[in-house]
Structures are given as C-alpha cells and as structure tokens.
C-alpha cells in the first residue's frame, strides 16, 4: 500500500468518525472506532487461514448471500470443528467462532438486525476470554455498548451501531484488504485522536517522528554505531509505553523477525488495552509480546520484580517516552529498592529520573537505552544533580540530543533524548543541539525526514558540527559542576559580526560630506526663486 492510499484510508476512517460521533467525545468514539478496525483485522486473517487450510472444502456462497462462509461450514460439519480449531490456534495462534466474525457482524448491521448489540457484546467476550491461548481479559473493557452516549433505549443504541459498523464496512471495502494495511489505519488513526485530543495525547502516543529517532538509535549496535544495526535484539522494553507506537517503531526498524520479545507496560486501562490490539494488529503474535497494566514506578510487575540477578530481565534496548515531571510519593522504603539504592530518588516533584533510574536497571551490558524527558534533568540541582553527576561518573550517558519545541501533542516545551548505556566506548559525551531543525506547523512542528537523518548520523558516527554537534569530555562537564544544558556545550546563536570603527567612521563622514553638498545645491535653487534657505 503506497504513503498516499494508506492517507486516503485513513483520511476516509476519519471522515467517518467525525461524522457519526455526533455529540460523543472524540475519546470515547475513538475506542469504538479502533475496537472495529481491530475486530475487522482479526476476522480478515482468520478468514483467510481457513480458506487456506480448507482448501476445496472452503463453501463457496451465492452471489447475494453476504454472510461468513465458515459459518455454513461450521453447520455441515460439527464433527471436525475441534479438530479444525485445533489447526488454527496452532498456525494463527487464536479462533474465532463464525458468529463473530467481523463479516457476519457487518451484515448484522446492514441488515439492521436487532440482534447485532447482543451478539456483538458475545463476540467481544468470546475474543477476551476463549480466542487466544492466552487470555486477553478486559480487552474490551471500555467499550461500553450499553452506554447512552450511544442511545438512550436498547433500540436506539443498536440501531448507532449499524450505522457506525455498515460506514466502516463500507469505508474499508473500497480498500484493498493487505494484513498491514489495518494496523497502519489504527495508527494512523491514534495519531489524528492524539492531536485532536491536545494535551491528554501525551499519555498515550508519541509522533511518529520523534519515535523514529529513538528506534534508529537503539538499534544501532551499542558499541560502536558506525558498523550499523544488531542483527537481533532479544527483548526490547518500554515501561510506559501508551498505545505501543514506540515499541512497534523499534520492531519496524528491525523487521518482523528482528525481536525476540517485546515487553511494556502501561497504568492507564484504555491505554492499555489500546497497546495490545495495536500489537495484534500490526502481527505480533500473543507469543511475541508482553503487556502488563500496571504502575512503572511502583514496579508491581512480577517479571520486573525478580530478585535473583541470573534471572533478571536485562534488555537490549529500552525506549521511554514517560509523563514529563511527574509528581510522585517516594518513601523510605523506596530508598532502597534495587533500582534507585545505587543513585538516589527523584524528588517528589519530578519523577523524571525515577522513570529513568527504572528502565536502566533492565538494560543489559550491550543494549542501548534512549529515554524523552524535559530539558530540567538536564541541570536541575538538588536529588537530580545527585543523580546525574552519578550517571555522568559512572559513563553511563553516551549522548544528550535537544529537540525542537512544540513537537508534542502534550507540550509546547522543547524536550530531549537521553541516550544511556552500561557500557560504553567514548570516554566524552556526545551533544546534538537540533533545535532549530524542523519544519514549522500551523499548531505544532514537525521534523522532517533529512532533521531526522542529520540526527541519526550525527550519533552513528559522532560527528561533530559547529552549531549543531560536539563531543564534550569528562573533565569540560565536571568543571561545569555536572550540568548538561546544551546550550553550554553547543550555541546556536552566531557570533556577532565585528565592526572596524575606522570603516564606519570614514563611512559617515563620506556621508555627511555628501549631505552638505547636497543641502548647498538646494539653497542656491531656493535663493533663485526668491525662498528662505534651509
């Protein structure tokens, strides 16, 4: 599917959403919208594998029958459907009852069944809780089909969701029906709900532009850059990681059988839920992933919390995009969980290195870590100086990149990259001062794909520009007391142009010559006409 047809579907899905949502926040219809695609995504892949794996036994319907052929193979032979299913979780890895498919759900709609509200809510139990060998409970959770925002009477309600399931089938169907295409619709589909939902998008979605940046850059071999990308990575982790954008960007770069696992975590429920259809629907099998809702910073995630160092998850890389100066209850106890002992806690005020301090710890000897925070980890003083000169001394910091402001939905602030490692090759750290790299946008900015190739060569083969990059040693930032404001180590502005005083003088005294001859030549015209001179 090329750039400009996946715009046109996506732009057609939009179209749709902002037509029937009527008085719904955008929000709330969003959940519906993506639960569908997904629904949609599912049952297409399905549908195919079971053509494929019943060959010639696959029905084939009349031309104005509209309903799921494996349903009116499930009805002639009720004998081999435990076998058949039996196939199917081992080649696709999850079922999914005819009844539910996305096709006889579309036709439910056109046909504006009564039924369609009730089967729906099944079919939705049915994925949660009997589709995948691993269950997905609560994937559905916030999709409330009862709600009034739909309708106020039963009636009403499914009579909305007809409406709504027949335009999306609709909008699809002038598509073509490639696997990728519907998890490149969801995301982009989360974009435009991100920017029309301003600062509340912060909390589950990162441009796609920015998380390029940190997936180019953890992908790159940890030692040394320039000899270019791993070839695997083991296990990746991104412990706030919204609605998987950031995750899916790392396995992009690396290709569908570029990951081992892919593990992450997310506090907000709708997010949650949000990360693991985006999984799904972008591939992932239920094997390939991890999702835990949960809270990062109290680390209530069993997997996370393993004590024995043998068994401890170490990653090859981590990517963050957490809440920016997140205000937190760090308490005595915390003071000495293993993640922070070493450095310190944040301060109550700012978490920022709390986030930071918790996916380093999972990082392993040769993994990259590339984390966004607000440019004040950067010098603040206090517990955050504590941490940072401890980071700085230790070698962990490879490389600070400042960002151009307004790039987030969330915040107007310029933010940066951190890029960490256990252990690293340089002794300097390296500094990308890319603030004024961008393109600018009526609401946001944007960065453009030659800002982001700029950046990524900058750090693959540390180069250093002036007014752009430098690498700056140990002994230059310890005489600056450990602060890592960039715009100590790499100005932008220009120096200012030096002005010879002798030029300027004869200058102006060539042109006051020139004002008095000119002033001469005007009185002697006015003392001909018989006028005052000036």
């Given amino acids: 599917m090329t750039q ?24 709330d219809f969003r959940d519906y919208m993506l639960s569908f695609l997904f629904l949609r995504y599912l049952s297409d892949n399905y549908e195919a594998a079971a053509k494929k794996e019943l060959g010639a036994d696959y029905p084939t319907l009349e031309a104005d029958d509209r309903s799921a052929p494996l349903a009116a193979w499930y009805a002639h ?22 009844d539910y498919l996305w096709s ?57 969701l007809c409406t709504i399931i027949s335009k999306i089938a609709e909008g699809i169907a002038k598509f073509s029906t490639d696997s990728d295409i519907l998890g490149d619709a969801y995301e982009y589909l989360i974009g435009q709900f991100a920017a029309g939902s301003g600062k509340k998008a912060g909390e589950f979605y990162t441009p796609q532009t ?17 000899t270019g990308k791993k070839k695997k990575l083991n296990r990746v982790l991104d412990f706030a990681c919204g609605s998987g954008s950031l995750l899916l960007n790392v396995r992009n770069q690396m290709g569908p059988h570029g990951i081992g696992m892919i593990y992450g975590q997310e506090k907000n429920i709708t997010t949650y839920n949000l990360a ?29 919390n393993e004590m024995n160092p043998a068994k401890k ?11 920016f100066s997140y205000r937190w209850e760090p308490n005595e106890v915390m003071g000495e969980d293993f993640r922070f002992k070493n450095h310190g806690l944040a301060p109550k005020s700012a978490a920022d290195f709390a986030f930071l301090l918790h996916g380093f710890h999972f990082l392993g000897d040769e993994g990259t870590m590339a984390i966004i925070l607000p440019h004040g980890v950067l010098f603040r003083g206090g517990a955050e100086a504590r941490i940072r000169t401890k980071l700085l001394k230790d070698g962990h910091i490879d490389t600070v990149i400042g960002l151009p402001s307004n790039l987030f939905f969330s915040t107007g602030i310029p933010v940066c990259i951190l890029v960490l490692k256990k252990c690293k090759k340089h002794d300097d750290v390296l500094f990308v001062n890319a603030s004024e790299h961008f393109e600018k946008g009526r609401r946001q900015n944007f960065l453009r794909p030659e800002d982001i190739d700029k950046i ?51 200058e102006l005294k060539a042109i006051e010559e020139r004002l008095n001859k000119a002033a001469a030549t005007h009185n002697k015209f006015l003392v001909e006409l018989g006028l005052p001179t000036v």
């Avoid at 920015?210 to 320039?226: A, C, E, G, K």
Wanted: proline residues 2%.
């Fill in 4 to 27: 400009e047809q996946l715009s046109q579907l996506g732009k057609t899905l939009w179209a749709i959403a902002d037509d029937l949502r009527g008085a719904m926040n955008a929000d």
């Fill in 77 to 98: 032979n009720t004998e081999d459907i435990a076998e058949f299913e039996k196939q199917m979780r081992r080649k696709m890895h999850y079922v999914i009852h005819p």
């Fill in 104 to 160: 006889s759900i579309a036709e439910l709609a056109r046909t504006q069944n009564a039924e369609l509200l009730q089967t729906l809510a099944r079919g939705f139990k049915h994925i949660e809780n009997e589709s995948f060998a691993s269950t997905f409970q609560g994937l559905f959770s916030e999709i409330n089909l009862h709600s009034e925002k739909l309708g106020r009477s039963v009636t009403d309600r499914n009579k909305k």
């Fill in 210 to 226: 920015v998380s390029t940046i940190l997936s180019r850059i953890v992908t790159l071999d940890s030692q040394d850059p320039s």
């Fill in 276 to 304: 693991r259809m985006n999984m799904l629907l972008h591939g992932l099998k239920d094997t390939e992933f991890e999702i835990h809702h949960g809270d990062t910073l109290e680390n209530d995630w069993d997997i996370l």
């Fill in 313 to 323: 998850l170490q990653c090859d890389a981590v990517v963050a995009n957490p809440p």
């Fill in 456 to 506: 990524i060569d900058t750090y693959q083969y540390r180069k250093e520009e002036e007014r752009y990059a430098r690498r700056v040693s140990a002994e230059e930032i310890e005489s600056n007391d450990f602060n890592l404001n960039i715009s100590r180590y790499v100005s932008t502005a220009e120096a200012a142009k030096e002005i010879d005083l002798d030029v300027v003088n004869r």
